[in-house]
Every structure is written in C-alpha cells, then in structure tokens.
Nanobody, 125 residues
Framework: QVQLVESGGGLVQAGGSLRLSCTVSGRTNFMGWFRQAPGKEREFVAAISRSGGNTEYADSVKGRFTISRDNAKNTMYLHMNSLKPEDTAVYYC?????????????????????WGQGTQVTVSS
C-alpha cells in the first residue's frame, strides 16, 4: 500500500515562491503534481520519472515551477517561483505503483493509482 502526504502549501503574494513536499511510503514509480482550482477540473502540473531524469511540465508553469525527487528521503518536491493568482488551487501529489521502468513519466490522471489529500496554495494579487 502506498501513502502520500503533501505539505508546504500556504498563502503567498504574487511573485513569491513556495515549495511543496510529498512524502511517500511504499513503492512508487513515476510521480506527479496536479492541481484543482475552485470551479475547475483537476489539471496536470508536473511529473517526474523514478530516476528523476525525465520530467514533464504543463505549459502554464514551464520556467516557473521545478519538480524534483529525493528517493533516499522518499520525498518529491515542487518548487514554485514567480507565483501568479491563477496558480491558486489545491495541489495534489500522485504516484504510480504499477509500472517498472525508471525512465517513464506520464501526464494523464488515469496513469496514477495513488493520490494525496491535497494542500492549498493561495496566491494573492
């Protein structure tokens, strides 16, 4: 069984930075961050392969967000810089436990079988 626990959300002014963490228990392969703003569907933000060598980003966050993972610490991170009010959302950590390739990274929600409870990020203008 896999458990994911997010932390690091909060309130920040536009232009500021936050770092989200996702602590993992259990075996996982590729992992990702998704977000859901009020009244909107959940959307992909970033994903990373188990090796950490392959990453994917949504166009809306490219150049501002960086995903990383420390497998020795069983933790994945999302470094968010130059935050905008439109980044306001609940951010979810997700993990795949079914595949085996250390190089694979996927952006579809359906590719992930475990999800965290979410952490709120609010960016004020």
């Amino acid at each position: 069984q896999v458990q994911l626990v997010e932390s690091g959300g909060g309130l920040v002014q536009a232009g500021g930075s936050l770092r989200l963490s996702c602590t993992v228990s259990g075996r996982t392969n590729f992992m990702g961050w998704f977000r859901q703003a009020p009244g909107k569907e959940r959307e992909f933000v970033a994903a990373i392969s188990r090796s950490g060598g392959n990453t994917e980003y949504a166009d809306s966050v490219k150049g501002r967000f960086t995903i990383s993972r420390d497998n020795a610490k069983n933790t994945m991170y999302l470094h968010m810089n130059s935050l905008k009010p439109e980044d306001t959302a609940v951010y979810y950590c997700a993990a795949d436990s079914r595949s085996y390739s250390a190089l694979v990274v996927r952006i579809e929600e359906s590719a992930y079988d475990y999800w965290g409870q979410g952490t709120q990020v609010t960016v004020s203008s």
